[in-house]
């Protein structure tokens, strides 16, 4: 009798623990794939650091556990040098180059997309291996659609895109646009009916669609079953089939996500269980300033996986940090338990009519000279704030002073529309701060606070190159609030070396609350 059992698949491998008196010492490997949280401790009252994810699946009650394929290694190292647990005790199933997806039935659109150069060896690098996973974070504006789409094409098998809600319809539609004939091959499986109704007829599923789209949060709580250690929760599933199972059913080959940085453990715990010969993730910021957060990030896509080489980033953009000061800021009530919030900051201008003027006009000067001053037919502004009620307010008063220009949000349920249509958009970085394309949106006005490097640098990407006109991003801070300054300062590290230019502005006359 072997003591443990190792299944291998392309990017997760499960551990049998058959010998108990192994258990701790498989699981240990648990402990450096935790995320953690800050959350007040009501009886030390202060902030403390707590567990919050697990970026592995233990089942203590079935005896095993998963893990990203990129501790493997390790696993067999530990086990042998320090436990002298021997290879003739370890039952090592291979299951990794098993090809399991069918082929599928769509072209790439060469007639109408002709890709360049460094596209042409993104989409090399993404196929030139049968088996393997391929993260492609290239910088916003490269065409990573294009490119995973001619990818997707190529390698010519079904395929299980894993995406965000919102995104479901662009990549419909880029699907429509980049491999013709595909929209009747299109199913997506929207909620647990959906997914539900797709595993009880796989064989007619099989031969009617080639493209299976699958929301992140469907997803997310469909494997949330079988990763949950209570045994009767995965028993009496309501799902015909488990997720170790559920693409070789399909026939699904190929698993796709776009803009992986996103509920990113939403994708990990998926990748825990679903088998594909082949993963493609497109992101442009898949790092981050917190070091545990990337180590999660580099334990499922480390950096051997991804291509980004092909293209040689100039930097563009034109960056104004705009320091202002507030008298009294100290009285702006927007700090949780959590740290800052720029959603309480808002409120509190919401609330203060005389304070919210002075800081409606402020951004309305960086509006004139940023945008209205050199605008041209059909170029555009966008403006990224936190709350709805606030872009709905910025909104009102664009309107009033712009009588010719088209103002619109998008936010919440906005239609995807108003992003072409309009000349100026009003968003928050919830909406807007990645995977959309404003065509010729020349200057952006951040006046959130936030320390994040993702979403700083995705703000930032929102503006592409322009042949022959310049691109600007302002941004605002409170420069006597210490946590805006502090957020500033991180920002300035996300972004700096990103930029053309970087001009530090300062503001005046001082902001008054009353």
Same mark, same amino acid.
């Given at each position: 009798?072997?003591?443990?059992?190792?299944?291998? @698949?392309? $990017?997760?491998?499960?551990?049998?623990?058959? +010998?108990?008196? &192994?258990? *701790?010492? =498989? !699981?240990?490997?648990? #402990? %450096?794939?935790?995320?953690?949280?800050?959350?007040?401790?009501?009886?030390?009252?202060?902030?403390?650091?707590?567990?919050?994810?697990?970026?592995?699946?233990?089942?203590?009650?079935?005896?095993?556990?998963?893990?990203?394929?990129?501790?493997?290694?390790?696993?067999?190292?530990?086990?042998?040098?320090?436990?002298?647990?021997?290879?003739?005790?370890?039952?090592?199933?291979?299951?990794?180059?098993?090809?399991?997806?069918?082929?599928?039935?769509?072209?790439?659109?060469?007639?109408?997309?002709?890709?360049?150069?460094?596209?042409?060896? @993104?989409? $090399?690098?993404?196929?030139?291996?049968?088996? +393997?996973?391929? &993260?492609? *974070?290239? =910088? !916003?504006?490269?065409? #990573? %659609?294009?490119?995973?789409?001619?990818?997707?094409?190529?390698?010519?098998?079904?395929?299980?895109?894993?995406?965000?809600?919102?995104?479901?319809?662009?990549?419909?539609?880029?699907?429509?646009?980049?491999?013709?004939?595909?929209?009747?091959?299109?199913?997506?499986?929207?909620?647990?009916?959906?997914?539900?109704?797709?595993?009880?007829?796989?064989?007619?599923?099989?031969?009617?669609?080639?493209?299976?789209?699958?929301?992140?949060?469907?997803?997310?709580?469909?494997?949330?079953?079988?990763?949950?250690?209570?045994?009767?929760?995965?028993?009496?599933?309501?799902?015909?089939?488990?997720?170790?199972?559920?693409?070789?059913?399909?026939?699904?080959?190929?698993?796709?996500?776009?803009?992986?940085?996103?509920?990113?453990?939403?994708?990990?715990?998926?990748?825990?269980?679903?088998?594909?010969?082949?993963?493609?993730?497109?992101?442009?910021?898949?790092?981050?300033?917190?070091?545990?957060?990337?180590?999660?990030?580099?334990?499922?896509?480390?950096?051997?996986?991804?291509?980004?080489?092909?293209?040689?980033?100039?930097?563009?953009?034109?960056?104004?940090?705009?320091?202002?000061?507030?008298?009294?800021?100290?009285?702006?009530?927007?700090?949780?338990?959590?740290?800052?919030?720029?959603?309480?900051?808002?409120?509190?201008?919401?609330?203060?009519?005389?304070?919210?003027?002075?800081?409606?006009?402020?951004?309305?000067?960086?509006?004139?000279?940023?945008?209205?001053?050199?605008?041209?037919?059909?170029?555009?502004?966008?403006?990224?704030?936190?709350?709805?009620?606030?872009?709905?307010?910025?909104?009102?008063?664009?309107?009033?002073?712009?009588?010719?220009?088209?103002?619109?949000?998008?936010?919440?349920?906005?239609?995807?529309?108003?992003?072409?249509?309009?000349?100026?958009?009003?968003?928050?970085?919830?909406?807007?701060?990645?995977?959309?394309?404003?065509?010729?949106?020349?200057?952006?006005?951040?006046?959130?606070?936030?320390?994040?490097?993702?979403?700083?640098?995705?703000?930032?990407?929102?503006?592409?190159?322009?042949?022959?006109?310049?691109?600007?991003?302002?941004?605002?801070?409170?420069?006597?609030?210490?946590?805006?300054?502090?957020?500033?300062?991180?920002?300035?590290?996300?972004?700096?070396?990103?930029?053309?230019?970087?001009?530090?502005?300062?503001?005046?006359?001082?902001?008054?609350?009353?």
């Amino acid at each position: 009798m072997k003591r443990l059992k190792l299944e291998v @698949y392309l $990017n997760h491998f499960v551990v049998h623990v058959y +010998d108990r008196k &192994l258990w *701790d010492i =498989v !699981t240990s490997f648990s #402990k %450096s794939l935790v995320s953690y949280k800050f959350e007040f401790n009501r009886r030390f009252k202060r902030m403390t650091r707590v567990p919050d994810k697990m970026y592995c699946i233990v089942h203590e009650a079935k005896g095993t556990v998963r893990y990203p394929i990129s501790l493997l290694k390790q696993m067999l190292s530990t086990l042998g040098y320090h436990y002298a647990v021997k290879l003739d005790n370890i039952e090592i199933v291979d299951y990794s180059k098993i090809e399991t997806g069918l082929p599928a039935k769509y072209e790439f659109n060469y007639k109408k997309y002709e890709l360049r150069d460094y596209q042409e060896q @993104y989409v $090399n690098a993404m196929c030139e291996n049968r088996f +393997d996973v391929r &993260l492609m *974070d290239a =910088v !916003t504006g490269s065409g #990573k %659609s294009t490119c995973a789409a001619c990818a997707i094409a190529k390698i010519g098998k079904k395929v299980g895109v894993i995406i965000l809600p919102k995104y479901i319809e662009k990549w419909i539609e880029d699907f429509d646009n980049y491999v013709p004939k595909s929209h009747d091959r299109i199913y997506v499986a929207q909620g647990s009916e959906g997914l539900i109704a797709l595993m009880e007829n796989t064989e007619k599923a099989k031969e009617d669609y080639d493209i299976f789209i699958f929301p992140m949060r469907t997803m997310y709580n469909y494997v949330g079953i079988y990763a949950d250690d209570q045994t009767e929760r995965y028993e009496n599933s309501p799902y015909p089939i488990p997720p170790d199972k559920l693409f070789q059913a399909l026939g699904i080959g190929v698993l796709f996500s776009d803009e992986t940085h996103q509920e990113f453990y939403a994708f990990y715990r998926a990748c825990m269980y679903l088998k594909a010969d082949k993963i493609i993730a497109t992101t442009a910021t898949l790092e981050s300033n917190d070091k545990t957060k990337q180590y999660l990030y580099d334990s499922l896509l480390p950096p051997a996986v991804k291509i980004s080489k092909f293209l040689e980033f100039v930097p563009y953009i034109n960056c104004f940090a705009i320091s202002y000061k507030v008298r009294d800021a100290f009285k702006i009530p927007c700090k949780r338990t959590q740290g800052y919030s720029h959603v309480m900051f808002e409120q509190y201008l919401m609330a203060n009519t005389y304070f919210l003027k002075q800081y409606i006009d402020m951004i309305m000067k960086y509006v004139e000279e940023g945008y209205i001053s050199r605008r041209k037919k059909g170029e555009k502004l966008l403006i990224f704030m936190s709350t709805v009620d606030l872009c709905k307010h910025m909104k009102s008063v664009l309107n009033k002073k712009y009588k010719k220009l088209d103002v619109r949000t998008y936010v919440q349920e906005d239609e995807y529309e108003n992003i072409i249509d309009g000349d100026i958009i009003v968003s928050t970085v919830i909406s807007s701060g990645v995977a959309l394309n404003f065509p010729n949106l020349i200057t952006t006005i951040m006046t959130i606070s936030i320390g994040s490097s993702q979403a700083n640098i995705q703000a930032l990407g929102r503006l592409r190159k322009l042949k022959d006109r310049e691109t600007r991003f302002y941004y605002l801070f409170c420069n006597n609030q210490e946590n805006q300054r502090e957020l500033n300062r991180k920002r300035d590290e996300a972004i700096r070396d990103k930029v053309a230019n970087y001009i530090y502005v300062r503001h005046e006359p001082e902001l008054l609350l009353k």
